[in-house]
């Protein structure tokens, strides 16, 4: 049975594996800030599960799979890229304008049956 990788192992996989888990990460989340903050993640939670992964060679998939989960999880959030930083507040006629509530179209619904 082969022995679980140590410590040191994760150290020197973490260096190999930052630049192709950063791709698939931008491919991902769209921009380099969240897709450096999706592998430093990622990489947190493969290395606090280091003692799951089997062998040095299962450690890219395991750690590309924490990836995947942790983006998933990410775009579950309401907020998680709807937020944009701005130099200027918009003003109200930047905004779409919002469809008509039902009093002011006078109709409470569909008609019920009788």
């Not at 991902?28 to 430093?40: R, T």
């Not at 907020?79 to 006078?106: C, H, I, Q, Y």
Request: hydrophobic share 35%; charged share 25%; no cysteine.
């Amino acid at each position: 049975m082969a022995r679980p990788p140590t410590k040191e192992q994760f150290d020197e996989f973490a260096q190999v594996a930052w630049p192709r888990l950063y791709r698939s990460a931008y491919l991902l989340v769209g921009d380099h800030a969240s897709a450096e903050d999706l592998v430093q993640t990622a990489l947190a939670k493969t290395f606090g599960n280091w003692g799951r992964v089997r062998t040095l060679e299962a450690a890219p998939a395991y750690a590309r799979q924490v990836l995947f989960n942790t983006a998933m999880s990410w775009f579950r959030k309401a907020s998680w890229n709807r937020e944009k930083p701005t130099e200027v507040l918009p003003t109200t006629s930047d905004r779409a304008p919002r469809p008509p509530s039902r009093s002011a179209t006078g109709s409470a619904g569909p008609p019920r049956g009788s």
